[in-house]
């Protein structure tokens, strides 16, 4: 099957009608490559605070909530849209106040089926920005999406950089791994782990990144980043472990044609074994010797 990733831009959407046109059009230029599965960035429904006007989205606290209150009809949208051009899509992240996780938001990511499943994943661990001045909490569990593509889990931006995490997801086949991220440096950590989980685990991980300036909004003002997609540098995958990369700060869609029965292969036979050999690591650490070398 073909996975693309978005390196989405934001734009100061003056209504309601050019978000829908927006969405649209990604999806089907996404759906016309022959992929089956897109994947938009984190924080990418940030977009949706303009339409509260610019006062709103300039003001860090008004925008978690202006964008809150329309995460219901964007869901409608991509459900409609993931039906209409027959694919599944995980829509752009979006801070989400969910009574069950207290009085502050959660960042979830929402994943569409073209049947009209529906399954969110929150953000685990949040990073400094997250913290303070936003507030930002974990929401719920980690979660593993079966599907007729196979089964997926997500992990949004620094989860990947944590590997426990994957571990957790270490049945799932794909992981996507939706990020923002503001510096080069930041990139390259998302991009790091998602490479790095793509290794110990044996499967494929997919990144999509916001790209580009929005002035507009000081929650997701400056964006470095593009998509990519990743694999285990393994039989039957490329040798470097990446199986499609974008160009960066280029919006626009990465696309990859990824085999997910080779997952199984080289979990099962693969040059290395490393997800079989993870619980080989406890024993190794338990003790560590300190040696003074004169």
């Not at 831009?9 to 969405?23: E, I, Q, T, V």
């Not at 984190?42 to 300039?58: K, N, Q, R, S």
Request: with cysteine; proline share 6%; hydrophobic share 40%.
């Amino acid at each position: 099957m073909k996975v693309a990733t978005a390196a989405y831009s934001l734009d100061p959407l003056k209504d309601w009608a050019a978000y829908a046109a927006k969405l649209e059009d990604w999806v089907s230029r996404g759906a016309q490559t022959g992929a089956e599965i897109l994947v938009f960035p984190e924080y990418g429904a940030m977009e949706l605070a303009m339409l509260d006007g610019p006062e709103a989205a300039g003001d860090l606290e008004r925008s978690l909530h202006a964008v809150s209150d329309r995460i219901g009809e964007a869901d409608a949208l991509h459900s409609e849209l993931a039906s209409r051009y027959k694919v599944h899509i995980l829509a752009a992240s979006a801070p989400v106040f969910d009574e069950a996780y207290g009085a502050r938001p959660v960042n979830r990511a929402r994943l569409f089926s073209p049947t009209g499943g529906v399954g969110v994943q929150d953000k685990q661990i949040m990073t400094r920005f997250e913290r303070d001045p936003w507030d930002v909490v974990p929401g719920g569990p980690l979660q593993l999406f079966d599907t007729r593509l196979g089964k997926i889990g997500v992990l949004i931006c620094y989860d990947s950089e944590y590997p426990l995490l994957a571990r957790a997801l270490s049945e799932a086949e794909l992981i996507l791994v939706p990020s923002a991220t503001e510096a080069l440096a930041g990139y390259w950590r998302v991009r790091i782990g998602s490479m790095a989980r793509a290794l110990e685990q044996q499967c494929v991980t997919a990144m999509s990144s916001i790209v580009g300036p929005a002035p507009w909004c000081p929650a997701v003002d400056e964006n470095v980043g593009m998509g990519g997609i990743f694999g285990p540098p393994d039989r039957g995958f490329p040798s470097t472990g990446v199986i499609a990369e974008g160009t960066l700060n280029t919006p626009g869609w990465t696309v990859g044609e990824v085999d997910l029965g080779r997952v199984a292969e080289v979990r099962a036979d693969g040059g290395v074994l490393n997800r079989s050999h993870w619980d080989e690591q406890p024993e190794r650490v338990r003790e560590v010797t300190e040696v003074t070398l004169g």
